[in-house]
């Protein structure tokens, strides 16, 4: 059989180590037709519906992607910009600052990239893309803090399936949640002070998580666990007594029960029982995006004010803060370590001598090159 060779590795120097990181994805434009693309294929991923895939196959295509594209259209133009989707510029900036970052930290041999779940770019085209520059470790950090299998496990999913195509796998690591990592709380500790320097202490700050079946909580997700003490620590981190503080979940999506207390309902309660001012702050996003903006900083702030209460402030996300790019690093750094010595860069043989090695051989057994 004629020896295939790894042409693909050949214009490589050095292995290379390889960090992606990683989001939901968002549709490539805020038209009718990129929102039923992007919908089906996030909502045919079995880690997000949880439904026999015969019946889910009726009610997706004959329901939801009839309904659901044009009135997601609708709610993505309020939020898109210049740059595009809010999501989508948050992670190109947050994947240049952190390549800068490492790369002083550790040297050039470290590659970051970031990749989409759904839509554009691929995990799948992205890993290609790094195998190809040399990367033969590689470390995946979705950009959840909380794990949550239609979100961290579904990632792992989509890098598994690229990796499966391949030949030769990298090394690879793939770090499933952070929820309590010091660095990240005290970022978000410290952008709800910094908020409150400018602004001034609401009545009540409410963590509010993208929500999930409830379902899933009883088939034993830990993501409602990591959510409440991730509001705990960061609540610890403010000095706040319970009064002070409130956990609830948004995002609903079709007729079953989610996880409760309702962010929408807990707002316009708060306003009726006499709460003037809250803040709003979103530790289960890292990146500002329609959940974020559309649903909390405008349609949420609605519900309070119309119940009657006087203050509403949403604090944004972590987004490309430097303090969330070193939080990143920090938690980036027991894998990169492990991974790399510093002062010889890599602790392997380089791709192109071993791979001089192996045509020697190939021809020493007679194979084509
Ligand atoms: C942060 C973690 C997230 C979890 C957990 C999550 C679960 C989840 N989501 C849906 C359905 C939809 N989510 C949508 C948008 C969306 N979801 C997240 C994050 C989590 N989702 C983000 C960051 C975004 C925003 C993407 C963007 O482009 O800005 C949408 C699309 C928007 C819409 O049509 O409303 C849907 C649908 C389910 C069913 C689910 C758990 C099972
Ligand atoms: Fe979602
Ligand atoms: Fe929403």
Redesign the pocket.
């Known amino acids: 059989m004629k020896y295939q060779g790894n042409s693909e590795f050949t214009h490589s120097q050095v292995d290379k180590v390889g960090v992606l990181i990683t ?5 490539d434009a805020p038209q009718k037709k990129q ?1 039923r693309a ?2 089906k294929e ?2 045919s991923d079995p880690r ?3 439904v026999p895939r015969l019946i889910w196959w009726f009610i997706l295509n004959l329901v939801i992607l009839n309904i ?1 594209p044009s ?2 259209a609708k ?2 133009k309020t ?1 898109w910009t210049e740059r595009g ?4 510029y948050h992670t190109q900036d947050q994947a240049i600052a952190l390549r800068k970052t490492l790369q002083k930290h550790y040297g050039e041999h470290v590659i970051v990239e970031f990749a989409m779940r759904y839509g554009a770019p691929s995990v799948d085209s992205v890993i290609d893309s790094m195998l190809k520059q040399g990367v033969r470790k590689l470390v995946v950090l979705p950009l ?1 803090p ?1 794990y ?1 299998a ?2 961290t496990a579904s990632t792992f999913d989509a890098v598994a399936a690229s990796l499966g195509k391949k030949r030769w796998m990298p090394e690879l690591q793939f770090i499933t949640h952070y929820h309590d990592n010091p660095d990240y709380i005290q970022a978000v500790a410290d952008k709800i002070r910094a908020h409150w320097q400018l602004n001034g202490q609401a009545d009540k700050l409410i963590f509010s ?5 409830k379902r ?1 909580l009883l088939k034993g997700d830990p ?1 409602h666990c990591e959510c409440y003490k991730t509001s705990r620590l960061i609540a610890q981190n403010l000095g706040l007594d319970e009064s002070q503080h409130f956990t609830s979940f948004q ?1 609903r ?2 007729r079953e029960e989610w996880l409760k207390p309702y962010t929408d309902s807990s707002l316009r309660q708060f306003a009726k029982d006499g709460i003037k001012s809250v803040q709003v702050v979103c530790p ?2 890292s ?1 500002d ?3 974020t903006i559309e649903e909390i900083a405008i349609e949420n702030r609605d519900y309070f004010l119309e119940a009657g209460g006087q203050s509403y402030q949403y604090i944004e996300a972590l987004n490309a803060d430097t303090a969330h790019i070193d939080a990143m690093s920090q938690i980036l750094k027991p894998y990169l370590s492990s991974m790399i010595n510093k002062s010889e860069g890599i602790n392997v043989p380089s791709v192109q001598s071993d791979l001089a090695n192996r045509q020697q051989l190939a021809k020493a057994l007679g194979a084509e090159n």
Not at 209 to 213: D, K, L, T, Y
């Open positions: 989001n939901l994805g968002t549709p929102l992007y919908l996030f909502l997000v519906v949880e659901r009135r997601s709610a993505y939020v989707s809010p999501l989508m959840y909380q949550c239609s979100t998580f993208h929500g999930i079946p899933y993501y995002s999506f079709g289960g996003f990146a995006c329609l959940e």
